[in-house]
């Protein structure tokens, strides 16, 4: 059965390579895979006192619903400062509460960062990592994706132009579809 998968996107860029990435990405996914960009831009900043007032911004509440409509997240981001940026932390934090409610838990996931430096976004990355160990998201180990050069890696259209590359994205996908099919049913 194919599974749907929830992809966000770090960057709010027009041109954001990560969004590129995301977009190639989905055509990359094995048929076992459906992807889809939830959007994240319009999270108005988490605030517990919405939650807590019992009034949480509507944007809030149909976020929460539709992320749990998936069956797993597949995170593709850059690295702001050596960290998550804002607007992902952000999503995180608001589709982790109001308490006992989060819509992440035991849903399968992977993260993949995207640089134009050398370094591919590792510490973005693995900051990421830390939060979804918190949020019970059993996140794949291998293959870790660090993508840098990103400003030489999409031509006009989007494409991935690097033929190496493409195949160690397809592979990453390929077990992402692995990885999501063995973690899906489990009650963890
Ligand atoms: C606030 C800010 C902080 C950044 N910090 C880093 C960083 O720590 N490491 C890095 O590789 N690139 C950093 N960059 C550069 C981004 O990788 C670059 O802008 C990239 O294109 C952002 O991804 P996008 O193309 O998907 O928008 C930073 C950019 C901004 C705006």
Do not use: C
Not at 26 to 48: D, K, R
Not at 65 to 84: A, I, M, Q
Not at 129 to 137: E, G
């Amino acid at each position: 059965m194919t599974k749907k998968i929830a992809v966000f996107v770090g960057s709010l860029r027009k041109e954001s390579f990560n969004r590129k990435m995301a977009k190639a990405l989905a055509i990359l996914a094995p048929e076992s895979l459906m992807l889809e960009i939830v959007e994240i831009g319009e999270l108005p900043l988490y605030n517990q006192d919405y939650d807590d007032g019992g009034n949480p911004p509507s944007t809030w509440t149909a976020f929460r619903g539709h992320v749990k409509s998936f069956d797993g997240f597949l995170f593709v981001t850059p690295e702001y400062n050596r960290s998550v940026p804002g607007v992902l932390k952000n999503a995180l934090d608001v589709g982790s509460r109001p308490y006992g409610q989060s819509v992440w838990g035991g849903k399968p996931g992977a993260v993949i960062t995207v640089s134009p430096g050398v370094i591919g976004g590792f510490g973005a990355n693995h900051h990421l990592r830390q939060s979804l160990v918190f949020l019970n998201v059993p996140s794949m180990q291998q293959p870790e994706a660090y993508i840098g050069g990103a400003a030489q890696l999409f031509d006009a259209n989007g494409n991935i132009t690097n033929e190496t590359t493409r195949e160690f994205l397809r592979r990453f996908m390929d077990a992402f579809g692995v990885w999501v099919a063995k973690n899906s049913s489990k009650i963890i």
